[in-house]
C-alpha cells in the first residue's frame, strides 16, 4: 500500500449531528411512520447519487478501475458517522464502468462499521487508506482482512470526507473480484472527489440545519402563541368537564334512589358521551397545531384553515370583547402548503389583530378573517382590526423580527409569518384600513393541476 | 318572609352545562331556571323569594363579574356562587370583595356546588329578612310627622323629655305628646324597642 496522503488535520469530533444524510436508525423521531422513514431514506439516497456523480463530473478524466472482467464491480460506499461516532457505515451505491450510478443498495445490505475497525480509525483521523492487496494490511487490520474476504473485496481506496476540517464520513471504493492496484493519480482524483462531495454535502447540511430552525422557531412560536391562549383553552376544556362531572353526578344520584329511571340514565350517558367528544376535538384541535415535524406540502382549503384557527380563538375573543366575522369565498382554489405552518400564520395574524385592539379605545372592536383571490388570482387571506393602526414610521418594518411596537411583544409573530409565507412561494402585506385599523394579508400561489 | 320556595338561577352560556347542571340541582330538589346569557337574566322580574344566582365568570357580551356589578349598582342584591373554568387571583379577590358567597372551579363536584348553594341561600334568606324588616322600619317611620321625627331621634339618643323640650324650643308637655305618637306608630313597647328600631332605620 501507499503511505496516507496529506489532508487537512482532523480537529476534533464533531459536536453536533449532519441530518439529511444520517442513517435510517439515526433518522429523527418526527419521521413517524416506517413508510416516511423509507422514503426519507430513499430520498437521502438518491439526493447522494445526485451529488456523488455530480462530483464525479468535476474531477478531470476520473476513470475508475473496473476490471473487464465479468464478475468484477466497483462499488462506491459512502459512510457518515451522523453524530461523530463510529456508528454503521452504510452501503450507499454502486457505479458501472461509465462511471454512473446505475442504483443504490438495498437498504438491509448494510456492513458494520465494527467489521472495519482498522479503516473506520483511519477515515476518522482524517487519512487515505490505499490497500491494494490484502497481504499489504497490517496485523492490527485483521479483522478488516477478515471482513474483506467475506464481502470479496480485493482493493479499496477510502478517502475521508471532511467539513470545515471535520471528518463526517468517508468514501470507500472497493473492488470486487479481480485485486488490482491503484495508481497514485487515481488516488489524488479520488481524493479531489472527497472533497467536491464533502463540500457538496456540506452545502446540504447548511440546508438542512437552516430548515430544522426554521421549523425550530414556527414550533416555538405556536407554543408562545399558545400560551397566550391559555386561558381560553382551559375554558374550553372546562364547559365539557363541567358537564360531564354534573351529568355523572346526576346520574350516580339517580342510581342510589328508589326508583330507576333507565330512560334517563340512558339520556345522561348519551350526554357524558357528546361532552367527552366536545373535549376530545379541543385537545386534537391543540395537537394539530402544536405538532411538530416536517412540512408537508399538499393542497389545502384555506378557509377550512381559516376556519379551525376560527373555532380555537373563539373564546379569546369573547373575552376580549372582540366581535369576529368571516367572509370566506365560495369558489376558493386549493393552494399548495403545509397545513401546521399555515394555522400558524393565520393564528399570528389573528392573535396580533387581538393584540392591537386590547388598547381602551372608542368604537367597536371587530375583527374579520376574509379569503379571496387578489388579481394575479393567488390565493389571499386578510385579517382585519379595527385598532389604531399601524404608524407609518412602523410600516415597512413590521414583518422584521424582533421589530415589535408592543411594550411585552416579542417581534417574532409577524417575523414568523413573513418567513413561512416566504418558505410557500407567497407575499406577505400590511396596510391601514381607510375607516381606521389595520389589515395583514397573505397570498399563495394557486396548487397547480399536478398537485391537486 | 314569604312562603316562595329558593329558586337556583343559574347562567351560563354553554348549553351542556346549564342542562348538566339543571339535572343535578333538579334531583337535589332544587327549582332550577337557566339562562343563557347576564343579559337574558337582567330581563327577568326579580325573584321574590330566596334565592341563588350560579354565575359563570366568562361568558360573552357581559361577564360574570360585570353582572354583579349591574346588580350592585341597580341595588339588586343577589347571593352568588361564581363558578370558573379559569378564574385568575384578580378575578376571584374581586368576585369576593364584591359579597360573592364562593367562588368554585370548574368542573365544579356536586357536593362542594350544593354546599355553597346552601349556603348562599340561607344568607338570602337572612337578607331577604332582615330587608323586610327594614322596609317595614322604614313604612312606620314613615308615618311620624317632621315634628315626630325630631323627637323620635332625640329620644333614641337616651335624652330626658325635658331635655328634648329644650333641645326643640317646645315644653315638655309637648314632647310627651309627640313621644307618645312616635311610640305608637313605631309599634314600640318600650324605649329600648324603640332605640333598636332606629338602628335598623
Same mark, same amino acid.
Request: net charge neutral; aromatic share 4%; proline share 5%.
Given at each position: ?112 462499521? #465494527? !467489521?472495519?475497525?482498522? &479503516?473506520?480509525? *483511519? ?7 490505499? /490497500? $491494494?492487496? =490484502?497481504? @499489504? +494490511? ?67 447540511? #447548511? !440546508?438542512?440545519?437552516? &430548515?430544522?430552525? *426554521? ?7 405556536? /407554543? $408562545?402563541? =399558545?400560551? @397566550? +391562549? ?223 | ?201
Amino acid at each position: 500500500m501507499t503511505g496516507p496522503q496529506p489532508v487537512r488535520r482532523f480537529l476534533g469530533r464533531p459536536d453536533r449531528a449532519y441530518p439529511g444524510f444520517v442513517p435510517d436508525d439515526a433518522m429523527p423521531a418526527n419521521a413517524r411512520t416506517r413508510s416516511q422513514r423509507r422514503s426519507r431514506s430513499a430520498a437521502s439516497r438518491l439526493w447522494l447519487i445526485q451529488a456523488l456523480t455530480g462530483a464525479m463530473r468535476v474531477v478531470p478524466n476520473l476513470d475508475l478501475p473496473v476490471s473487464k472482467a465479468a464478475n468484477s464491480q466497483v462499488s462506491a460506499y459512502v459512510t457518515i458517522y451522523p453524530d461523530g461516532t463510529t456508528s454503521k457505515p452504510k452501503l450507499v451505491f454502486e457505479f458501472t464502468r461509465d462511471g454512473t450510478a446505475t442504483r443504490s443498495w438495498a437498504v438491509e445490505e448494510w456492513v458494520e462499521a #465494527g !467489521e472495519f475497525p482498522w &479503516m473506520t480509525a *483511519r477515515l476518522q483521523r482524517g487519512e487515505v487508506i490505499n /490497500v $491494494s492487496h =490484502l497481504e @499489504e +494490511l497490517p496485523d492490527e487490520a485483521a479483522v478488516d482482512r477478515r471482513s474483506y474476504l467475506a464481502h470479496r473485496v480485493k482493493p479499496q481506496v477510502a478517502v475521508p470526507l471532511l467539513v470545515s476540517g471535520i471528518v463526517v464520513g468517508g468514501l470507500i471504493f472497493s473492488t470486487v473480484g479481480a485485486e488490482r492496484a491503484s495508481s497514485d493519480e487515481l488516488i489524488q482524483q479520488l481524493h479531489l472527489l472527497g472533497e467536491v462531495f464533502a463540500n457538496a454535502l456540506s452545502r446540504k447540511q #447548511g !440546508e438542512l440545519e437552516a &430548515m430544522r430552525l *426554521r421549523q425550530e422557531l414556527a414550533h416555538i412560536g405556536r /407554543v $408562545s402563541a =399558545l400560551g @397566550e +391562549l391559555t386561558a381560553s383553552l382551559a375554558h374550553e376544556l372546562s364547559q365539557p368537564l363541567t358537564a360531564i362531572l354534573s351529568n355523572a353526578q346526576a346520574a350516580q344520584r339517580l342510581l342510589a334512589g328508589d326508583v330507576l329511571d333507565l330512560e334517563k340514565v340512558r339520556e345522561i350517558l348519551g350526554d357524558i358521551v357528546a361532552d367527552d367528544k366536545r373535549a376530545a376535538a379541543v385537545i386534537s384541535g391543540l395537537r394539530a397545531l402544536l405538532k411538530k415535524g416536517e412540512p408537508e406540502f399538499v393542497p389545502l382549503d384555506l378557509n377550512e384553515i381559516v376556519g379551525a384557527v376560527a373555532w380555537l380563538i373563539r373564546s379569546d375573543t369573547i373575552m376580549r370583547n372582540v366581535s369576529m366575522s368571516l367572509e370566506l369565498a365560495s369558489d376558493l382554489p386549493a393552494a399548495c402548503g403545509d397545513r401546521v405552518q399555515l394555522q400558524q400564520v393565520v393564528l399570528n395574524l389573528v392573535l396580533n389583530g387581538l393584540e392591537a385592539m386590547r388598547e381602551p379605545h372608542a368604537g367597536a372592536r371587530t375583527l374579520v378573517i376574509r379569503t379571496g383571490r387578489d388579481a394575479a388570482g393567488a390565493v389571499r387571506v386578510t385579517v382585519q382590526d379595527s385598532g389604531p393602526g399601524i404608524a407609518s414610521k412602523d410600516l415597512g418594518h413590521i414583518f422584521e423580527p424582533l421589530y415589535t411596537t408592543k411594550r411585552e411583544g416579542l417581534g417574532m409573530g409577524l417575523a414568523i409569518v413573513h418567513t413561512i409565507i416566504g418558505a410557500h412561494g407567497g407575499t406577505v402585506g400590511a396596510e391601514n384600513n381607510p375607516d381606521g385599523g389595520a389589515s395583514f394579508r397573505f397570498t399563495l400561489p394557486v396548487a397547480s393541476e399536478k398537485e391537486r | 318572609m314569604t312562603a316562595v320556595e329558593p329558586l337556583v338561577l343559574v347562567v351560563d352560556d354553554d348549553p351542556s352545562v346549564r342542562k348538566g347542571l339543571t339535572r343535578l340541582l333538579a334531583l337535589a330538589d332544587y327549582a332550577v331556571e337557566t339562562y343563557a346569557s347576564a343579559r337574558e337574566f337582567l330581563a327577568r322580574e326579580p325573584y321574590p323569594g330566596p334565592c341563588c344566582l350560579v354565575l359563570d365568570v366568562r361568558m360573552p357580551g357581559l361577564t360574570g363579574i360585570q353582572l354583579q356589578e349591574i346588580l350592585a349598582a341597580t341595588g339588586r342584591r343577589m347571593s352568588i356562587v361564581f363558578v370558573s373554568g379559569h378564574a385568575d387571583v384578580q378575578t376571584s379577590v374581586k368576585a369576593m370583595k364584591a359579597g360573592a358567597v364562593d367562588l368554585l372551579t370548574k368542573p365544579v363536584d356536586v357536593q362542594d356546588l350544593i354546599d355553597a348553594i346552601q349556603r348562599a341561600v340561607t344568607k338570602d334568606k337572612h337578607d331577604l329578612a332582615s330587608e323586610a324588616r327594614l322596609a317595614e322600619v322604614q313604612r312606620r317611620v314613615g308615618l311620624l310627622t317632621p315634628r315626630e321625627v325630631e323627637v323620635f331621634a332625640h329620644v333614641v339618643t337616651g335624652m330626658m323629655n325635658k331635655q328634648v323640650g329644650a333641645a326643640l324650643g317646645i315644653g315638655e308637655k309637648t314632647v310627651k305628646v309627640h313621644r307618645a305618637r312616635v311610640m305608637e306608630k313605631m309599634q314600640a313597647g318600650s324605649v329600648a324597642e324603640l332605640v333598636r328600631l332606629a338602628d335598623w332605620a
